[in-house]
C-alpha cells in the first residue's frame, strides 16, 4: 500500500471508531439525562396560589368589636365549617352565639325567597344599636332593582342585586325586616367632621370650604344636589400649594377634571369644635417626575408629580395654620427651627369602642388650649416635640432628640391633659418610654434596659401605669417576639402580661381593663385568648382550624438562628422546604430578602402570606429568609442604624453567611446553587448581591428596586443613608449626598438577573431599574427586563402573572428546567380561570 495513504487509512479506521464510541457515549448520556431529569415541581406550588389558600385558611385572630356601654365585645369567626357571629362578656366570663344560625338562616330564606343555609350566613356590616340590645345587618339578594340614583334608566349599570335589611332583639331572638329602608351612604372621604357635628369641612379647587350638618346629609345622599349651601373659607389655594389635596395619584386629565370636586382637607379638629389646624405644603419649587399609563383606555395617559430626589435643593415648605372657626380666620404659626425643616401635627389615638362609628371626628393630640405636634431637620438628626398653645399661638419646644445618626420618635402619651407626657425615645441606644412635665422636664426614665419598647397601649391615669408593648425582653426568645407589659410611671412594678414564647398581638379595650392576645409562631396553630390587665387568662376564645391546610401535606416552617457576618450578632431566620422534602438529596437555595431598614421579611407569626416562602419553595427550593444588621428597628439603635452611610451592601455580608452556615449544619443545602429575590428594597438587595458577590449569588430576581437611591425618594434616602448639612461662613445652609448604586457594579454581573418593574409605579421610579438595565447592555450583559403595564409598586392585578415569572426564571437556572421556555401559556394560572365562552 502507497504510504501516502497509509496514514489516511489509518486515520479513516481511527475516526469510525471514534465515531462508533462517540455515537456509544452519547447515546448513554442521552438515556441518562432522560432518567434523571430535573423537573420543577409546578403542580405543588399551583396548589397555594392565593385564591387557593383563601379556601383553606380562614379565621387567624380575633378581632373584636368593642361595646361602648360595658366590656363586652363581638366577633366574627370562619372556619371550614362557615363563619360564626360571638358575643362575649368578660365579667361574667362568658361566650355565647349572637344568634342560631340555622334559625336565622330559615327567617332571612323566608323574607328574602333566597335560599341559605347556616354554613352560608352572607351577613354584611352587622353592628350594634345604641343601647346595645338590637343588631342591625344587611343581606344581598337576587333580586334585580333599579338604582335608586340612577339618571338613564336603560344604561347598562342601572341595575343593582337588592339589599335587605334586618333588625334583630338579643333578648327575644327575634328577626324583623327593615321596610322601605334607604341605606345611608358611606361617609364621604372629603368629609372633615367637626366633633359635634357642627361643621364639616373639605377642599375644592385646592381651597378650604365648610358647609354645616344638614347640608352635609344632603351632600351625603346625593352629591350634586344643587340645593346645597357650602362656604369657602380661603382663597390663594394653588396647585401644589393647596389647602387640602393636590389630588395625588391621578393623572393630569383626571386632575384637572377633579379640581372642581370637593377633596379632602385633611384637617384636625379641637375636642370643642371651636379649632382645626391644617399642614400645608408648599411644593411648588419641588422638580416634577412623571409616569405614562401606557395601557389607559385610548390613549397613554400622562401622571405629574412634585417629586424631591436626595440632595435636591427644591424643597418642600411646610407649615402649620391653626383656624379660629367661629370667626373664620386662621393664622400661620412660627414653627421655624431648622432649614428645609418638616412639620407634622399629631392626632389623638382612636378609641377602640368607635372603631363601627365611619363617622369619628379627627381630633388633634391635646385639649381645646394646646396642640402637639413635631418638626424634625432635614438631615433627621435632630427632632423637637411642640406644643403650641391656641390663644396665642405661641409654639413652645418641650423636648428634643439629637443623635449623630437619624432620630425617631412616636406619639407622645399625655397624662392628665398634658401636664405630663410619656415620651418614646432611643437615647439610651434602646427604644424606652421617659416621663416628662407639661414643660418638657424629665422626671424619670420609666422603661430601662437592653430591649425595644415599641408602643403604648393603654395610660391609666388614675393609677399612673403604663401598658406598652415591648420584644426582646424574655430570655431564651427570637427577640422579635412581641408581648404585652405593664409598668408604673416610676418605673417601678414591671410585669409581663402575656407570657409565653409566640409572637403576641393584643387588643384593649378603652378601659384597659381586658385585652384579646392573639399568639403563634410561624411554626405553630395560631390562638387567641382573653385576658384581664393583670395578666391572668379570663377565657380561650379560638384556636384555628388548619385541617383543610394540613389535608395538602402542609408543613410549618423552622425557625433558626445562625450568626450575622461578624461572627457575634445573632440574626434570626425561617427555613421554609418543599412538603415532599427528602432529606437525602441536595437542594438549591434562595433568599427572599428586605434589608431594612423599617422590618426585615422573616414572618415571626403564622401567617396566609405564603407566596414568597411557602409557595416558592414547593417547586424544590429551600426558601430563607433572615435578618441583616441594619435592619429591623425592633432591636438596639446599634443593629437597626448599622447601614447608616452604607445603604448599598450594609446586609450583604450577613445574607451571605446566613446561607453558608446553613450549608455547613445541613447536608441538603446546595451552595453551589443560591438565588436570591425581593421587592422595593429587597429588589435592590437582590441585584446588589449579584454583583457583589458575584461567585456565591448565581441567580436573582428583583422586582421595583430603588437601584439608584440617588433618585428615589428624599425622606427614605436622606434618613437611612445620610446627608451632610453644610453652613458656609455666611451662614447659608446647603445638603450633600453621595450613595453606591447598582449601576456601578453591572460590570461585575456573571449570573441570571431578571429585572422586573411596573411602568406607573410612583413609589420607585421605573427609572430605577432602566438605569440598570442602561448599564448592564453597556456591559455587555446578558440579562431580562420585564416592564409590568399598568402596574404601580405592588404589581396589583398582575401580581400573580409576576410570581410564574420569576419562579420560571428560577426553575430554568438553578434546577435546570426550561420546560417554559417552549410553552406560551402559564398552565397554573389558566387552570384558575372559569372559561365563560
Known amino acids: 500500500m502507497n504510504k501516502l495513504y497509509l496514514p489516511l487509512a489509518l486515520a479513516f479506521s481511527m475516526f469510525c471508531a471514534g465515531q462508533d464510541a462517540f455515537a456509544q457515549t452519547k447515546t448513554f448520556t442521552i438515556t441518562e439525562t432522560q432518567a434523571v431529569a430535573p423537573r420543577a415541581n409546578y403542580q405543588a406550588a399551583s396548589r397555594f396560589s ?5 379556601k383553606m385558611v380562614y379565621s387567624l385572630a380575633v378581632d373584636p368589636h368593642w361595646l361602648k356601654l360595658s366590656n363586652r365585645f363581638w366577633y366574627e369567626y370562619e372556619t371550614p365549617a362557615g363563619k360564626e357571629w360571638y358575643l362575649v362578656d368578660p365579667a361574667a366570663k362568658s361566650k355565647k352565639k349572637l344568634f342560631d344560625n340555622a334559625k336565622l338562616a330559615a327567617e332571612i330564606t323566608n323574607t328574602i325567597r333566597d335560599p341559605f343555609d347556616a354554613q352560608h350566613l352572607p351577613l354584611e356590616n352587622l353592628k350594634f344599636s345604641a343601647d346595645e340590645k338590637q343588631l342591625t345587618f344587611e343581606v344581598r339578594s337576587t333580586v334585580d332593582e333599579l338604582k335608586k340614583d340612577r339618571k338613564d334608566k336603560k344604561a347598562a349599570d342601572s341595575m343593582q342585586k337588592k339589599v335587605f335589611y334586618f333588625n334583630y332583639d338579643l333578648a327575644k331572638a327575634k328577626l324583623t325586616e ?215 399661638g405661641t409654639v413652645t419646644p418641650l423636648i428634643d432628640e439629637r443623635f449623630n445618626t437619624y432620630v425617631e420618635v412616636i406619639r407622645p402619651g399625655l397624662v392628665n391633659d398634658g401636664n405630663e407626657l410619656i415620651h418614646w425615645s432611643e437615647r439610651d441606644g434602646w ?60 418605673g417601678s412594678g414591671m410585669k409581663l402580661l402575656n407570657p409565653g414564647d409566640f409572637d ?166 446546595d451552595v453551589t446553587k443560591v438565588g436570591i429575590t425581593g421587592h422595593s428594597g429587597g429588589g435592590f438587595m437582590s441585584t446588589a448581591a449579584m454583583l457583589v458577590y458575584p461567585d456565591f449569588f448565581k441567580v436573582a430576581v428583583s422586582n421595583a428596586g430603588n437601584h439608584d437611591n440617588s433618585i428615589y425618594n428624599r425622606w427614605w434616602s436622606e434618613k437611612h443613608h445620610g446627608v451632610k448639612e453644610v453652613v458656609s461662613a455666611k451662614g447659608d445652609t446647603t445638603f450633600t449626598y453621595s450613595i453606591d448604586k447598582n449601576p456601578d457594579l453591572a460590570r461585575n454581573l456573571k449570573g441570571h438577573l431578571m429585572l422586573m418593574t411596573g411602568d406607573i409605579d410612583n413609589n420607585v421610579h421605573p427609572a430605577n431599574t432602566i438605569r440598570v438595565a442602561n448599564a448592564l447592555m453597556k456591559a455587555g450583559k446578558r440579562f431580562e427586563l420585564v416592564m409590568v403595564p399598568g402596574q404601580r409598586h405592588g404589581f396589583g392585578e398582575l401580581t400573580e402573572y409576576t410570581f410564574w415569572k420569576l419562579a420560571d426564571h428560577f426553575n430554568k437556572y438553578l434546577i435546570g428546567d426550561d420546560r417554559s421556555s417552549g410553552e406560551v401559556n402559564i398552565l397554573e394560572m389558566d387552570r384558575e380561570i372559569e372559561r365563560k365562552r
Open 431 to 490: 427604644a424606652h418610654f421617659y416621663l416628662f412635665d407639661g414643660n418638657g422636664k424629665l422626671k424619670n426614665q420609666i422603661t430601662r434596659g437592653a430591649f425595644h419598647c415599641e408602643e403604648i397601649v393603654n395610660i391609666d391615669q388614675k393609677n399612673r401605669v403604663l401598658y406598652f408593648t415591648a420584644n426582646g425582653r424574655e430570655a431564651k426568645e427570637d427577640p422579635y417576639y412581641l408581648h404585652l407589659y405593664r409598668i408604673n410611671f416610676d
Open 504 to 669: 403576641h398581638a393584643i387588643n384593649m379595650n378603652d378601659e384597659a381593663k381586658y385585652f384579646i392576645n392573639n399568639f403563634s409562631r410561624v411554626n405553630t396553630v395560631p390562638k387567641s385568648v382573653l385576658m384581664d390587665n393583670n395578666g391572668r387568662v379570663v377565657m380561650n376564645l379560638e384556636t384555628a382550624d388548619l385541617s383543610l391546610l394540613m389535608a395538602t401535606g402542609y408543613k410549618f416552617p423552622e425557625p433558626f438562628r445562625v450568626k450575622a457576618d461578624d461572627g457575634v450578632t445573632d440574626i434570626y431566620g425561617v427555613m421554609y422546604k418543599p412538603f415532599d422534602f427528602d432529606p437525602n438529596k441536595k437542594y438549591p437555595v434562595i433568599e427572599y430578602v428586605y434589608p431594612g431598614p423599617q422590618t426585615e421579611a422573616v414572618n415571626k407569626a403564622f401567617s396566609k402570606s405564603m407566596d414568597r416562602t411557602d409557595r416558592l419553595a414547593q417547586f424544590g427550593y429551600i426558601v430563607v429568609t433572615v435578618g441583616n444588621r441594619g435592619g429591623n428597628p425592633a432591636r438596639s439603635k446599634w443593629y437597626h442604624t448599622y447601614g447608616y452611610g452604607n445603604l448599598r451592601d450594609y446586609g450583604l455580608a450577613d445574607k451571605k453567611a446566613a446561607v453558608e452556615q446553613l450549608s455547613d449544619r445541613y447536608s441538603f443545602i
Open 178 to 392: 327593615i321596610p322601605n329602608y334607604t341605606k345611608p351612604k358611606a361617609k364621604p372621604s372629603w368629609g372633615s367632621v367637626a366633633p359635634d357635628s357642627s361643621a364639616i369641612i373639605f377642599s375644592r379647587n385646592f381651597n378650604l370650604y365648610w358647609m354645616d350638618k344638614e347640608n352635609y346629609k344632603k351632600a351625603v345622599k346625593n352629591e350634586e344636589d344643587s340645593t346645597i349651601v357650602e362656604h369657602q373659607l380661603t382663597k390663594d389655594g394653588v396647585k401644589f400649594y393647596p389647602y387640602g389635596s393636590n389630588g395625588d395619584g391621578e393623572n393630569n386629565e383626571e386632575n384637572e377634571k377633579n379640581n372642581k370636586k370637593r377633596r379632602p382637607a385633611y384637617v384636625m379638629w379641637s375636642p370643642d369644635s371651636k379649632h382645626f389646624v391644617l399642614n400645608r405644603t408648599d411644593s411648588r419649587k419641588v422638580k416634577d417626575l412623571w409616569v405614562i399609563n401606557n395601557v389607559a383606555t385610548g390613549r397613554p395617559t400622562l401622571e405629574t408629580y412634585k417629586y424631591q430626589m436626595p440632595g435636591e435643593k427644591e424643597s418642600p415648605i411646610t407649615e402649620i395654620l391653626l383656624f379660629n372657626f367661629a370667626s373664620k380666620s386662621y393664622k400661620k404659626l412660627n414653627t421655624a427651627a431648622f432649614k428645609d425643616q418638616t412639620v407634622s401635627v399629631w392626632g389623638a389615638p382612636l378609641k377602640n369602642k368607635d372603631r363601627d362609628n365611619e363617622f369619628r371626628p379627627s381630633i388633634w393630640l391635646g385639649n381645646n388650649s394646646k396642640v402637639y405636634f413635631q418638626r424634625t431637620s432635614r438631615d433627621l438628626k435632630r427632632i423637637d416635640v411642640c406644643m403650641v398653645d391656641i390663644n396665642t
Open 50 to 54: 392565593p385564591n387557593k389558600l383563601r
